[in-house]
Nanobody, 114 residues
């Protein structure tokens, strides 16, 4: 499974960005897809996940600001990030699980700064 992420960039505090991640296989064959992030000097942490039936999970730090969604026809998930804060600055990684295997995409950098 290959995952192609895009959509990162520089945004001012309070702004918005949307990340996309497209899988090379049918998303219906995956247990879930999701986003993790890693800030400089920090461990990688969960941001949000979504299952094939649309069940979602969010980190407490992003609840109410970020929304994960899926377009199964395009094998793509999205992360809509609103009200961004400087502490959201990180490399964001897309991941997917299929049975007992975990796959990672390349990271996309999100920088929140004025």
């Amino acid at each position: 499974v290959q995952l192609q992420a895009s959509g990162g960039g520089l945004v001012q505090p309070g702004g918005s960005l949307r990340l996309s991640c497209t899988a090379s296989v049918s998303s219906s064959s995956l247990t879930y897809m999701g986003w993790y992030r890693q800030a400089p000097g920090e461990q990688r942490e969960l941001v949000a996940t979504i299952t094939t039936v649309g069940n979602t999970k969010y980190a407490d730090s992003v609840k109410g600001r970020f929304t994960i969604s899926t377009d199964n026809a395009k094998n793509t998930i999205y992360l809509q990030m609103n009200s961004l804060k400087p502490e959201d600055t990180a490399v964001y990684y897309c991941n997917a699980r299929r049975l007992f295997s975990l796959f990672w995409g390349q990271g996309t950098l999100v920088t929140v700064s004025s």
